[in-house]
């Protein structure tokens, strides 16, 4: 007879939902209910556009005219500041994150996505649009659970 020790661990798999697998696009997640960070995401699309490895070692800065908003890989230029990324395509900015939403008047309580988009005004930078509010989904979408893949 075999007997196994412990209590065993009831895992449910975790269903990936990609929502936008063919499109660049970065999410602005909620603001932390409590103490937590400001985080953005960028999908799996988005990561090839900017062209990251995710060593950890690389930058996005953020440009604003108006009420556009861009974004730029700025890993490889040394006097540009920036937000670096994560090995899991994250990074995170409070001030950031409240200037995008009072620029736009966004809820901050809700996740919002935004395209990356070609801006044939702007050189080395790419445009942000904002996709769908997180009120917009269907109770069938788990937005939360948008992962890289």
Do not use: C, W
């Not at 670096?84 to 395509?89: I, L, P, Q, S």
């Not at 001030?95 to 736009?104: S, W």
Request: no cysteine.
């Amino acid at each position: 007879m075999e007997i196994k020790f412990g209590i065993p661990k009831e895992r449910t798999k975790k269903e990936i939902v990609v929502l936008y697998p063919d499109t660049p696009v970065v999410i602005m997640h909620s603001k932390p209910e409590e103490k937590g960070s400001y985080k953005f995401e960028l999908n799996k699309k988005a990561i090839d556009k900017f062209r990251f490895l995710l060593t950890g070692e690389e930058k996005v800065a953020f440009g604003f005219k108006d009420k556009s908003i861009f974004i730029a890989n700025v890993t490889d230029n040394p006097v540009a500041t920036g937000y670096k990324v994560t090995k899991k395509g994250t990074f995170s900015n409070k001030k950031l994150h409240n200037y995008i939403t009072e620029l736009i008047s966004l809820d901050e309580t809700k996740d919002h996505h935004f395209e990356i988009l070609e801006n044939v005004e702007v050189e080395n930078a790419y445009e942000l649009v904002l996709l769908r509010k997180e009120e917009d989904y269907t109770t069938q979408e788990v937005y939360n659970e948008i992962q890289n893949v």
